[in-house]
């Protein structure tokens, strides 16, 4: 059984975190630290953790956050020596962004130093809250830095709907602030840096589709291989909805001379098994087309009404009159993010985006007591 998430902050690296912190500043009082960090701690859940270490930091560092954050960014690894590193950090990331707003380029000048060893995204966000022009303008600044991990940041920081983290509403309601780095770092030369563009561009588009459709549309000219997997993967949303523009980004045209024959193979099934199915897709049209392929599962939600998954299947192109034969299982069992219910389901093909057949199958949940 995997270790709870809360485990990451424990008390031997208090132990630690006080030592690294004392290496830099022999007037820090380690003991008194580490009690007040361990007061309580393994009743706690990881974000509680880190807020209790928080506060441990809040009575012995120095009040004045200057003095504070000389001895914070000493304490971070330099020149193979060790220092505050990984999940240490993330209690830091808490006493920045709390003591940090009122010296702002001090602030997020040590997020900065700190994100190379851990991550800075948590810590940014209270920054962006306060005075978001201002934050942008520093942080529009980090695109161009040599280590990745800072142009990241520039990238996952200011994500509007970044998970575990403060929603940034201002830019939930409008981010074409945060497009100019997004733009900057689109071409970035590690996967790492992209693929966080791209999940930033898919966050934006839950709220705002029409805009990041037309920004990649505007983007996607002559682009490059990388730049083009990037902009897909930022479509990825966007695709399964079927949103016109999308669609056309990718050469995908309306579905209306396709046709898709939809065939179950086992129309019962068990729980912890899986759905056969087969399909044959028929370009009628007279110009080969673009295809893709994804399909809908309608789960039985606990009030009997039916809530669609989809479910990435295949791209291809047919040439006019041309047919193609798929087959696919679709596995039903036990997964953390989904309770299932017995009943009658339905699956969905959606071709270009538009559904184009569908049949229902009926899931059965094995007796508890069978055996």
């Known amino acids: 059984m995997p270790e709870p998430l809360k485990n990451l902050l424990h008390e031997a690296l208090v132990g630690d975190i006080a030592d690294r912190l004392a290496a830099h500043a022999p007037s820090f009082d380690k003991a008194h630290f580490v009690k007040l960090a361990t007061d309580g701690l393994v009743a706690l859940e990881l974000m509680e953790r880190a807020a209790l270490i928080r506060d441990a930091l809040f009575v012995t560092l120095p009040e004045d956050f200057s003095d504070a954050a000389a001895i914070l960014k000493a304490s971070l690894p330099a020149s193979g020596k060790p220092g505050l590193t990984g999940w240490m950090l993330l209690p830091i990331n808490q006493f920045i962004a709390a003591r940090g707003l009122d010296h702002f380029e001090l602030g997020l000048d040590l997020l900065k130093a700190l994100t190379p060893h851990f991550t800075a995204e948590f810590g940014i966000r209270p920054f962006i809250h306060r005075d978001q022009q201002r934050s942008l303008a520093i942080i529009s600044g980090w ?64 709220d705002h589709p029409d805009m990041v459709a037309a920004f990649i549309a505007g983007q996607i000219e002559d682009a490059s291989p990388e730049r083009r997997r990037l902009l897909k993967h930022a479509s990825r949303t966007l695709l399964k909805n079927g949103h016109a523009q999308a669609l056309a980004n990718f050469g995908f045209g309306s579905a209306a001379s396709l046709a898709c024959e939809l065939r179950l193979l086992n129309g019962e099934v068990v729980f912890g098994e899986g759905l056969d199915f087969a399909m044959r897709m028929t370009n009628g049209g007279e110009a080969a087309q673009s295809v893709m392929i994804d399909y809908a599962i309608h789960h039985v939600k606990a009030d009997g009404s039916l809530s669609p998954k989809v479910f990435k299947c295949k791209t291809i192109t047919l040439a006019p009159g041309q047919s193609q034969a798929i087959e696919r299982r679709h596995a039903i069992r036990p997964i953390t993010t989904r309770r299932y219910y017995p009943g009658e389901h339905r699956i969905a093909i959606l071709v270009n985006g538009a559904e184009s057949a569908s049949e229902s199958f009926v899931l059965r949940m094995p007796s508890m007591d069978a055996g």
Do not use: C, F
């Open 143 to 206: 695109v161009d830095d040599p280590d990745q991990h800072v142009r990241r940041l520039a990238s996952e920081g200011t994500r509007p709907r970044l998970p575990w983290a403060m929603r940034l509403t201002q830019l939930v309601r409008n981010p074409a602030p945060i497009l100019p780095i997004l733009s900057a770092l689109m071409d970035d030369p590690e996967d790492y840096v992209r693929r966080s563009v791209a999940n930033s561009l898919n966050d934006i588009a839950k």
